[in-house]
């Protein structure tokens, strides 16, 4: 930020501020503050409007520009590895603290006498994707189709299968700089979009408060405190230390994305930052063809703090419900779900999906018990999504090194600013 420019006038102050209004109005006009959630839902579809273009240009310019058709191969398998082990460990992270600090422990809920008519759309049976229906989704059903229903996954296949063609054409490059022109008028358009993020994180947050009210964290206060801690332990010390051993101080790389965070706690959406958090990490020194592969299917593959959430959700189920779990049953569950986890953003509600159908399809834990999560997961999705955005940052930034395809004198000036 210049120095002669106010401070009122940056983003990231005017999005802290429009998230405290929205706290406040929510706390005290409650009414008032749940007619506010158009702004919050408007600012999102503003954003989800721009990111298939922007996948798309971003993905096409860089596989057009870097021309190998092997190093995309190899950045996609190491991308794979990475977002695997990370997962895995956030998945145990979150079952050892769960085990440990026992949120659900002495709340003795029936599964009988539980209102379940309030999880019936989530846990309806045929919403939740196997692994296969999750695979197949991959492939849009038309070209058109896929930018139309903005899909991240399939946009970014017809993009790399759309710069894999370019580069065998004897003047592709023509296409590729008219979709890096076409790319910078999108990002253009982002910035503009993004001078409304203060209005949309205020109505998110007004309607949040207002409609669940910050009494009904009360009685699951210990469940709350639970998810967020895992979720600070395993950013600070897991994250923490792979972005050290690779060179980054992660502190200094939070403080860069330090308006994408904030978008996303007001927001409790890690998709009303990707565009920002693309343009960042290129700005940051990571080549653009590592970013464009890395980061959207890191949207899909790489939700940290998705996988911390419901492994501790589904043995605070347990727990609440008074269901003994064996140590076998506890790993079959920490298998499914590191499985289904990677489902859980192509579909709506899709934690929440993916929790009712890995208890469902499991029979172990019973699937009624999620009725007790629901007055506070919009809290605990902005934990969620504050910790994919993260984990995302740094799986761009390792792979990026992994390849020395990262500009690290370009990283060092730009997180020393």
């Given at each position: 930020m210049p120095a002669n420019r106010p401070f009122y006038r940056s983003l990231h102050f005017q999005v802290l501020a429009g998230i405290f209004l929205g706290i406040a109005m929510g706390a005290f006009f409650p009414a008032a503050a749940i007619k506010m959630k158009p702004l919050g839902d408007g600012f999102i579809r503003l954003i989800r409007m721009i990111i298939a273009p922007i996948i798309f240009c971003t993905v096409v310019v860089g596989i057009g520009t870097a021309g190998d058709m092997k190093?995309?191969?190899?950045?996609?398998v190491k991308a794979l590895f990475y977002f695997e082990v990370v997962t895995t460990f956030a998945l145990v992270i979150g079952l050892v603290v769960v085990k440990v600090l026992q949120p659900g422990a002495g709340l003795n809920a029936n599964p009988a006498t539980l209102d379940t008519k309030a999880i019936s759309a989530y846990a309806a049976p045929g919403q939740a994707l196997s692994t296969v229906d999750f695979l197949l989704n991959i492939i849009p059903e038309t070209l058109v189709g896929a930018f139309a229903k903005g899909e991240i996954l399939q946009v970014l296949l017809i993009a790399i299968l759309f710069g894999v063609a370019l580069t065998g054409m004897e003047h592709g490059h023509r296409v590729?700089?008219?979709?890096?022109?076409f790319g910078e008028a999108v990002f253009g358009i982002m910035e503009i979009i993004m001078k409304a993020a203060p209005i949309g994180a205020f109505g998110a947050m007004a309607f949040t408060?207002?409609?669940?009210?910050?009494?009904?964290?009360?009685p699951l206060a210990k469940l709350m405190g639970c998810v967020v801690l895992t979720s600070a332990v395993f950013i600070v010390v897991v994250l923490g230390g792979i972005a050290a051993f690779h060179g980054v101080n992660l502190w200094k790389l939070l403080k860069y994305l330090k308006e994408e965070l904030l978008v996303v706690l007001g927001t409790s959406?890690?998709?009303?930052?990707?565009?920002?958090l693309m343009k960042k990490m290129e700005g940051l020194g990571c080549a653009r063809h590592v970013v464009g592969l890395?980061?959207?299917?890191?949207?899909?593959?790489?939700?940290?703090?998705?996988?911390i959430y419901l492994t501790i959700a589904a043995i605070f189920v347990a727990q609440a419900t008074n269901t003994h779990l064996t140590g076998w049953q506890e790993f079959v569950l920490l298998v499914v779900l590191m499985l289904t986890s990677k489902g859980s953003a192509a579909v709506t509600g899709g934690g929440f999906i993916t929790l009712a159908a890995t208890l469902s399809s499991l029979g172990t834990v019973p699937v009624a018990g999620i009725a007790l999560l629901l007055g506070v997961?919009?809290?605990?999705?902005?934990?969620?999504?504050?910790?994919?955005?993260?984990?995302?940052?740094?799986a761009a930034v390792v792979v990026a090194k992994w390849e020395k395809e990262l500009d690290e004198a370009r990283m060092k000036d730009v997180l020393e600013q």
């Open positions: 190093k995309l191969g190899r950045i996609g590729v700089n008219a979709c890096e022109r408060i207002g409609r669940f009210g910050l009494a009904t964290l009360i959406s890690s998709e009303a930052a990707l565009p920002g890395v980061i959207p299917s890191g949207y899909s593959f790489n939700l940290d703090g998705t996988s997961d919009r809290f605990m999705s902005q934990v969620r999504a504050f910790t994919n955005l993260i984990g995302n940052a740094v």
